[in-house]
């Protein structure tokens, strides 16, 4: 039996469907991300030694028409698609099942028709986003799963009348679990939609089924802000809207609020910790002191989920910093992944033991405050640095939009090698931004010196992963190729 299935759907019941069938059955899930073009496939099938992939001929079609052709992605695997395969059972057959599954106890189900398996037995293979480099195989447990899905049903308060509109990927930790297996786990129903970038089709979807729970990320919920179709009481019924796996910018809060009376919930996680560490829930009234109990800070991620815990500390000596010091963030909790996939090498060096527990170096640095929430800074692989300095990317982006006026205009900062100074910034702005006004709005706004980029490039679009996360190894290539000689005179040419 293989152990490893590959599975290439969109956000759908049958995609949903088609990972229980995989689980069920004792094997291994790995959706591959259809966005992340050939090569990376190629490369997670190669490692996760995948013989077979369950696909949809419908929406095959569709990603032809979009110019992804799944029989070159999928080359050297069995290709089955999911129509094909129904058509091929006996009716009488179908009917047993289903008849079997109404009627019988969930216990005497799995008796009959699963493979019995240990809680740390690998269920999913997430290949991580690969926004800085090559993907990562994030080997998560059963445990993993149902524990992380436990932990957010208690802070989020999951009713028996919630929603879950589910339009994130399946290839995305965040749609898999929070989307897709938190909803059946908890006994809700889920409202898939495959596109998360279709803002009027999220909207109508919200509205027809009176969803109550809303899960993107900031990229996402910026588009439902600016879709002039998207009308307001499109989202009359949501009664949490939780963004994640990407910094959440004021801009977006305040403009998602303003338009929808919406507040947005800041979480915090890593595929690695099947996703979610820690989210901001909205505040609660005790009523046996009558006093307001703080779920959120304006900022930050959130305070740690329950039975998970974070730790600041000093990046090269892993000792523990004070609450308001800035350092490395290391997450420990149930939820915390097996290992990465056949690499000894990059586990041992991503997970650490300190004080008998599992801690995930995550990366990223922050602060912990003394009420416990935490604060991202940056990535520390999101800082330049220039004559010495250590310059945050992500603060140069947060000085540049302060001073671009249209809300349509995207920008990102990446770092690229210098001769003089080690390192320079460099900041691409899309359609409408013009570089040489936004320079001088820097200069006369009085933005640090440090915070002003090396140079200001226009560009189309800036590059994303399927998950709407900025590609920041393809935006540095981006940034690179928009300084050659012959693109620097093709755009003084355009300007003049």
């Excluded at 569709?62 to 069995?78: D, S």
């Excluded at 990927?169 to 786990?185: A, E, I, Y």
């Excluded at 005179?489 to 003049?496: K, N």
Aim: net charge neutral; hydrophobic share 45%.
């Amino acid at each position: 039996m293989q152990q490893n299935i590959g599975l290439l759907l969109p956000a759908s019941a049958g995609g949903v469907m088609a990972n229980l069938a995989v689980m069920l059955n004792g094997q291994t899930a790995v959706n591959l991300n259809f966005t992340a073009g050939p090569a990376a496939v190629q490369a997670a099938i190669a490692k996760a030694g995948i013989c077979t992939v369950y696909s949809s001929s419908r929406f095959a079609k569709k990603l032809a028409a979009r110019g992804i052709e799944l029989e070159a992605m999928l080359q050297g695997t069995q290709l089955v698609y999911l129509e094909e395969l129904m058509q091929q059972l006996p009716k009488r057959r179908l009917l047993l099942h289903f008849a079997a599954a109404w009627l019988l106890p969930a216990r005497l189900s799995y008796r009959l028709f699963g493979h019995p398996v240990t809680l740390e037995q690998p269920a999913q293979i997430l290949f991580s986003s690969g926004s800085e480099g090559s993907p990562k195989g994030v080997v998560l447990s059963h445990r993993n799963l149902m524990g992380n899905i436990k932990q957010i049903s208690d802070v989020l308060n999951t009713r028996s009348d919630d929603v879950m509109l589910a339009s994130l990927p399946l290839f995305h930790s965040f749609g898999l679990t929070v989307n897709s297996l938190l909803p059946l786990v908890e006994g809700i129903p889920a409202v898939c939609h495959p596109d998360p970038t279709d803002a009027l089709g999220v909207g109508k979807a919200v509205a027809r089924y009176r969803a109550t729970v809303l899960c993107g990320t900031a990229t996402f919920l910026r588009l439902y802000t600016r879709n002039r179709k998207l009308v307001p009481q499109m989202f009359e019924s949501l009664r949490v809207v939780v963004a994640g796996a990407e910094k959440l910018s004021q801009e977006v809060r305040q403009g998602f609020e303003l338009k929808f009376r919406k507040p947005i919930y800041e979480g915090y996680g890593a595929t690695e910790t099947a996703p979610v560490a820690s989210v901001n829930v909205p505040d609660r009234l005790d009523p046996s002191n009558w006093r307001v109990q703080s779920g959120q800070k304006i900022g930050s991620v959130g305070m740690p989920l329950p039975g998970s815990c974070f730790r600041i500390v000093d990046p090269d000596t892993l000792a523990p910093l004070p609450a308001g010091a800035e350092g490395l963030i290391l997450i420990s909790g149930g939820q915390l992944m097996l290992g990465y996939l056949d690499d000894e090498a990059k586990t041992a060096a991503a997970i650490v033991e300190l004080d008998g527990r599992r801690w995930y170096r995550s990366g990223d640095k922050g602060r912990l405050d003394e009420d416990g929430f935490l604060t991202i800074v940056d990535r520390y692989s999101r800082f330049a640095k220039i004559g010495g300095e250590m310059v945050s990317l992500g603060a140069v982006e947060a000085a540049a939009r302060g001073v671009i006026a249209d809300e349509a205009v995207e920008c990102a900062a990446t770092n690229l090698e210098d001769g003089k100074k080690g390192e320079q910034i460099v900041l691409l702005v899309t359609a409408g931004g013009d570089p040489d006004q936004l320079r001088q709005r820097l200069l006369d706004g009085g933005v640090n010196p440090l915070l002003i980029p090396a140079r200001i490039c226009a560009v189309e679009a800036l590059p994303k992963l399927g998950s709407g996360k900025l590609d920041f190894a393809a935006l540095k290539r981006l940034a690179a190729d928009s300084l050659t000689p012959a693109h620097l005179a093709t755009a003084a040419v355009a300007a003049e």
